[in-house]
């Protein structure tokens, strides 16, 4: 079975500094990894994909992901956190042969002025 | 293009009354999806349709839930009778696979309140 462990539930950085979001994921398969963010108020909007092609994946945004095998893991990263990247992101899993997405709990990003 | 809509965006009802949510996908994925967010909790799959047939439903929590989608294309997700710990956010997602790539698109979801 997958599933999905975001290792921070808040995250606090200043403006102009780099973003970690921490993500570890157990699949049985060649799964698919995405990252969501959800703005205050607003739906789930997708930031990056990661489906088999390079480890490392850009988004929108200035977002990235390093996909590593060997740790399982998923990281979010950004060089330069700017004040409306302020949201709650979601790292997401979904394994070859079903297509129901598992998520993660989420982790808050907050910054500061 | 619209991307997928929700109706409405905020419902509050009282325990035992019945709710409905509609979905709009975006034209043309045959993919439709329904999750949800409890307080507090992760959000989790409810049900999946291909066109106008459920796919996988193994998400539905109980037989209060009945999800549809005639002529495959909006579907609703009926909750009769409503119980306090139906409140959450309820999300509609909806996609078409290229190249075997798929990519699941979100709704602003519907926050349903059960007092």
């Known amino acids: 079975a997958q599933s999905v462990t975001q290792l921070d539930s808040h995250v606090s950085v200043s403006e102009g500094t780099p973003v970690l979001l921490r993500c570890n994921y157990s699949?049985?398969?060649?799964?698919?990894l995405f990252w969501y963010v959800q703005h205050p108020n607003k739906g789930l909007q997708l930031l990056l994909k990661?489906?088999?092609?390079?480890?490392l994946v850009k988004g929108i945004n200035g977002f990235e992901a390093e996909f590593k095998k060997s740790e399982t893991s998923f990281h979010l990263t950004k060089p330069s956190a700017h004040m409306s990247d302020a949201a709650e992101y979601f790292c997401?899993?979904?394994?070859?042969?079903?297509?129901?997405?598992?998520f993660g709990s989420g982790t808050r990003l907050q910054v500061q002025p | 293009e619209a991307g997928v809509t929700q109706f409405p965006s905020h419902s509050v009802i009282e325990k035992g009354q019945t709710v409905t949510l509609r979905c709009d996908p975006i034209?043309?994925?045959?993919?439709l999806y329904w999750y949800r967010r409890v307080m507090g909790k992760e959000i989790k799959f409810l049900l999946h349709?291909?066109?106008?047939?459920?796919?996988?439903e193994s998400g539905m929590p109980n037989n209060r839930f009945l999800a549809e989608r005639t002529g495959g294309t909006y579907s609703t997700l009926k909750v009769q009778p409503a119980e306090l710990e139906d409140s959450g956010v309820y999300f509609c997602?909806?996609?078409?696979?290229?190249?075997?790539?798929?990519?699941?698109?979100f709704g602003p979801g519907t926050r349903l309140l059960v007092l």
């Open positions: 997401v899993v979904m394994d070859t042969g079903r297509r129901a997405l598992t």
């Open positions: 349709f291909v066109k106008e047939s459920k796919q996988d």
């Open positions: 034209s043309g994925h045959d993919n």
């Open positions: 990661y489906t088999s092609a390079a480890t």
């Open positions: 997602a909806s996609s078409q696979v290229l190249a075997g790539v798929e990519t699941q698109y």
């Open positions: 699949s049985s398969y060649s799964p698919s």
